[in-house]
């Protein structure tokens, strides 16, 4: 049976929300959805070197805008808290304190200088063929590790502020089962009795870190590889507490579309000069919706069944599960990103997409009112990737005056008389039509045979005229909008182009 499903996602906030950062945040989540089980969001931010606000109001405001809700954490709060590493020191200092009382751990009082020297001089040490850092010993040479009351009273009485080491053991082997992995071992030989609280009182990533996933009675672990090999470590101080473990779920690897091993947390650009985005509030401002960024995190790692891509998300709680993490790394195909995102968009409601379209056509610079947002928007929702393409897609209908190369007037198979006729008969034609999508078509369609054109090469010329372009949104619905008067005066205007 399975105890109580408790899970966290514990950014550091040293930098924005990237991608990989939200799936794990977000495979958390299902797996907490899933299970009826507790999400909670917990910040590791005892690295006051590397910590930035900006960075943290960042990550909360991605992680609810891709709406990963958690049950406890920054903002809701809950029994386990504060949910701030930098507001527990107490209790990471009374941990460390039980480790060296239980002989689990020492106080280093080796000065920064020692520890520099000894670092160079193995490196110098170590061969530059063997790349094998496990038998390079790299690492603290245990120096403090068995020194006696009295040695540890001079040093003390000598002002000198130590560092608290666990204690690794020296030989076997520590090993820990991967639900994804299967069993992963390390020699002990191959770890170094690192630091667990440094002088300043602040804890280190990895007692800070076991400290709270035992006090939040945390169920499972789920994160990136990148943890591996620390985890080890953490099952050692598990021991020396006496606590069980979690269980550990390490995600499969993303991999870079620039095809240069693991996604980087930065803006990548491609041989080909592509630029690809990579933090979440990129991917929000360029355009792309958080139900499909969501849908999209959701199979990077992780399948349905074998072909089933757009899922919702109660689809995906359903059926999340650890048995569908792959194992290999994973892809991250921007191409698919791009069709999802279209096809969330075109399954949005107008009006809720005009909502979401209207921001986007301010940041532009395009000074427009809702209504005629809500009229266009289902004119380009058929063609539209990311929401950022409707500035793009309208902008004709802004400009005074359009740019074509008047040659385009004259459509396939037609002579410069027949594109001057179809100009002429429709601007009369419009002078009295009613100007609204469905009273235009009819008597337009009757003109282009009447003047024995085909449709494409009757609406080719019109089109031209109306937008500028060869491709546009659909005529009558962006000549309703456009207006008669606006209509007439560019009709004219290309009448002119022809004379
Ligand atoms: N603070 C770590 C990070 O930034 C947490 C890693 C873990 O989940 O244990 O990813």
């Excluded at 299967?182 to 400290?211: C, W």
Aim: aromatic fraction near 10%; include cysteine.
């Amino acid at each position: 049976m399975m105890a109580r499903i408790r899970v966290r996602y514990a950014p550091s906030p040293t930098g924005y929300l990237h991608a990989g950062g939200a799936r794990s945040c977000l495979f958390n989540w299902l797996f907490a959805r899933h299970h009826g089980g507790t999400f909670i969001l917990r910040i590791e931010d005892t690295d006051r070197t590397r910590f930035y606000k900006s960075s943290l109001s960042d990550i909360v405001e991605s992680l609810r805008w891709l709406g990963l809700d958690w049950d406890e954490g920054p903002e809701v709060g809950g029994p386990c808290g504060p949910y701030f590493q930098s507001e527990r020191l107490p209790l990471y200092q009374k941990y460390a304190r039980e480790l060296i009382a239980s002989g689990h751990a020492y106080r280093c009082y080796c000065s920064a200088e020692r520890l520099k020297s000894l670092r160079e001089g193995q490196r110098a040490a170590t061969p530059a063929q063997n790349t094998d850092a496990a038998s390079s010993h790299i690492g603290y040479d245990r120096h403090c590790r068995e020194l006696t009351a009295s040695q540890r009273a001079e040093l003390e009485s000598s002002g000198i502020v130590p560092v608290v080491r666990l204690k690794v053991p020296l030989d076997g082997q520590t090993a820990f089962h991967d639900l994804i992995r299967g069993r992963i071992a390390i020699q002990n030989e191959q770890m170094d009795d690192f630091v667990l609280l440094k002088s300043d009182g602040f804890p280190t990533y990895h007692l800070a870190n076991v400290v709270d996933d035992h006090a939040m009675e945390i169920s499972h672990i789920m994160r990136a590889d990148e943890w591996i090999p620390s985890t080890p470590r953490h099952v050692i101080m598990y021991n020396a507490f006496g606590w069980t473990p979690p269980l550990y779920a390490h995600l499969p690897v993303i991999l870079s579309p620039t095809g240069q091993g693991k996604m980087s947390k930065r803006k990548l650009v491609g041989t080909d000069g592509r630029e690809y985005n990579v933090r979440i509030r990129e991917f929000r401002s360029a355009g792309y919706l958080p139900e499909a960024l969501f849908n999209f995190l959701a199979l990077v790692g992780w399948s349905y069944d074998d072909k089933t891509e757009m899922l919702t998300r109660e689809q995906a709680v359903e059926a999340f599960d650890l048995d569908h993490v792959s194992r290999s790394p994973a892809k991250f195909s921007y191409d698919k990103l791009d069709w999802m995102n279209g096809m969330y968009i075109r399954q949005l409601e107008v009006n809720d997409l005009a909502g979401r379209l209207h921001p986007f056509f301010n940041a532009a610079g395009v000074d427009i009112d809702m209504e005629t947002v809500q009229r266009m928007t289902p004119l380009i929702r058929e063609r539209m990737v990311k929401l950022t393409d409707c500035v793009a897609l309208t902008d004709f209908f802004f400009v005074d005056e359009l740019h074509y190369d008047p040659q385009l007037l004259i459509q396939k198979g037609m002579t410069s008389d027949q594109s001057r006729r179809v100009l002429s008969e429709s601007e009369a034609l419009l002078r009295e039509t009613e100007f609204v999508e469905a009273a235009l078509e009819p008597p337009l369609r009757a003109k282009a045979e009447e003047l024995g054109l085909k449709a494409r090469q009757f609406f080719g010329t019109l089109r031209i005229a109306i937008t500028g372009r060869e491709v546009a949104p659909p005529l009558f619905g962006t000549m309703e909008i456009l207006g008669r008067e606006k209509v007439l005066a560019r009709i004219a205007t290309a009448r002119a182009l022809l004379q």
